[in-house]
């Protein structure tokens, strides 16, 4: 059974997650999913991308399957990890991608709605950066995406509390682009696709490439590289990780002892 929806309107592409008994999380099935369509409206040379929930969600996603990560042993949040092949698709889709948002926006889903473009935002819709819940380090590459849309102050709050930040806050520290009332959200945004849509699209192409390696110009030494992955395993390796998976599958709150 598909895990989303896809439709084609003008120039614009449209993927609707619709895994509602999963919260539409970032499985490997969905993100594959999602990747298909992305390569698809490329094929098709569509000039706009729309990522969305169902019209109405309460949750846009939460964001890992959590079901998916290991209980110890690895640090799963690796290159081949799947959401890092979905922001990379996001990144490099050779056309701007919207993201069209209602309702909660969790962990790597809020990584990858800030990949996106531009992001229009329904009042309802939060974004929560929640690893710190899980016992988890997030990677590299998510922290850059966090940095490069919102400033380090926010950045860090987000991070170390876990607390959602609402659509109003959202629009006021850059991290969206647009709060728009529910009943107007979808046809604001398919306007502002057109209007993405009727300007040069090779030119948008050259302008999202150039952006997107600019915004990733951030120079790390090798020293600094390994003592960061040097104290990503220390976490995956701790009992803190595990009692974080645990208590998520459990469904209650964990007990962390910094060990």
């Known amino acids: 059974m598909p895990l989303t929806r896809l439709d084609v309107r003008d120039a614009t592409g449209v993927v ?28 098709r040379r569509l000039r706009v991308a729309i990522l969305r929930a169902a019209p109405g969600a309460k949750v846009w996603s939460a964001g890992h399957d959590v079901d998916e990560l290991p209980e110890s042993g690895r640090d799963p949040l690796g290159w081949d990890d799947p959401l890092r092949e979905l922001i990379r698709a996001v990144e490099q889709f050779p056309a701007p991608v919207i993201a069209m948002v209602e309702g909660g926006v969790w962990g790597g889903a809020c990584e990858t709605v800030l990949a ?44 170390f509390t876990a607390r959602p930040v609402d659509a109003a806050r959202a629009e006021r520290v850059g991290l969206v682009n647009h709060v728009v009332a529910a009943d107007e959200l ?3 945004t398919f306007a502002l696709a057109g209007d993405i849509a009727a300007n040069a699209p090779l030119s948008i192409a050259v302008m999202k490439e150039q952006l997107r390696i600019l ?45």
């Not at 990677?139 to 950045?155: D, E, H, Q, S, V």
């Open 116 to 159: 996106c473009d531009l992001v229009v935002a329904a009042p309802s819709a939060t974004f929560a950066i929640t690893p710190a819940r899980l016992g988890v380090p997030y990677n590299i590459g998510g922290m850059l995406t966090f940095l490069n849309a919102a400033n380090l102050r926010i950045a860090k709050e987000m991070a």
């Open 186 to 188: 979808e046809a604001f």
């Open 215 to 259: 915004a990733g110009a951030h120079p790390m030494s090798p020293q600094g590289f390994e003592r960061v992955q040097g104290l990503r395993r220390l976490v995956y390796d701790s009992r803190d990780y595990r009692e974080g998976i645990r208590a998520f599958k459990d469904k209650r709150a964990p007990r962390f002892t910094g060990e």
């Open 16 to 43: 609707t997650l619709d895994h509602p008994a999963k919260r539409n999380a970032l499985s490997r099935a969905l993100v594959d999913e999602v990747i298909a369509a992305l390569d698809d409206f490329h094929r």
